[in-house]
């Protein structure tokens, strides 16, 4: 018995030592920490805008009617292509004809008139000359003589007024024939007609504002994406940038297309300010429609073959260094310019299994990656990303990040 208590005590002693020797490293493992890490990449910079927009051709016409009246014929329809003076439809000329015809009569009226009144002045010229020459030999009265001068001064003037009678019925009458042949609408272009607004019997109004009964597309192989980008990116954008974009209709290509003009009307929509970036694009098989919606991206800035390091290794500080008063409160602040230009930043690299502050000037950032421009890095080394005692660091994740240049 004394044998198996001895055994019992020292089986005891050595399940204690052990606890202590698995407690001892355990902790002493637990306090090393571990590392996760990323390579020090060479690869193309490219920095976007993000905008929406919608797909429209270069140049629409609206084609309208200047003159009321009931649709009588439709001679262009949908996707038709016209050329240019290609009659489209025929609003009812007989009510402008009408008018025509009464001028006309007006017209011919005022002339018979002249007529009569050129004659009238000729006998009241005859009265006149003869009376003087009776007058002059005191055969008649000096009042006799007066009434045959006034009688042709007014045969004069009617003959006068007679003519200018005839100018304001010539005018009338053409002012009825340019209302009579605008009941043909005709194409002012060459092109497609995208949109119909009418159809036969339907009665336009033009009183107070034109009704438009075609749009016409000039050139349906060269389109545009009318984008509205945001004020606080407008600044990036530049007239001969590239961009890319794509519509719901083919999900899986994407269509290129360059920025062509960078409107400076700002558009307003619940107090937020965008502006118009246009984007040209060709469309020689006419795939793209009027009116698709566009999910474009602009290139701002890109580099290619670029020294690169992760993001998130910018903004990883190692937990020994927070907080103390060594390397890390000399660090340079996120986003500090540089004397020689770009940003500075930090990173981390290992040496020996710890942690070696390494600065950096910056250059492009496209939010996933940033380009280094000088600082002791090379293609292949390792930089952290985070340890399993201090992860990113909330703070730098959520400050101001080097600038985008």
Known sequence: MR???RRLVLAALLAGAAAVIATYWWRSRAAEPTYRTALVTRGDLRRVVSASGTVNPVRT??????????????????????AVGQLCAKIDPRPYQTIVDQDLAALDSARAQLAKDIANLRFADSVYRRDQELLARHIVSTEIADTARNAYDQAGAQVAYDRSAIVQRLASLKAARVNLDYTNIV??????VVSRNVTEGQ????????????????????MQVDTNVSES??????VGQEATFTV????????????????????????????DAVIAVANRDLRLMPGMTAAARIVTAEREGALRVPDQALRYTPAAAKGSNGAEAEAPRPGSRSRQGGSQGVVWTLVDGRPRRVPLRLGLDDASYTEVLSGALAAGDRVVLADNGARADPGAATGPRPPRL
């Open 61 to 82: 016409i609206q084609v309208g009617t200047y003159v009321s009246g009931v649709i009588q014929r439709l001679l262009c329809d949908f996707n038709d292509r016209v």
């Open 248 to 275: 719901e209709a083919y999900p899986d290509e994407t269509f290129s297309g360059r920025v062509v003009q960078v409107r400076q009307a700002p558009q307003s929509v619940q107090n937020v300010i965008t502006y």
């Open 233 to 238: 990116d407008i600044g990036q954008i530049r």
């Open 187 to 192: 194409s002012p272009v060459a092109g497609t």
């Open 3 to 5: 044998i198996s208590r």
């Open 203 to 222: 009665t336009v109004a033009a009183s107070f504002q034109t009704p438009t009964l075609f749009l016409i597309a000039t050139d349906l192989t060269q």
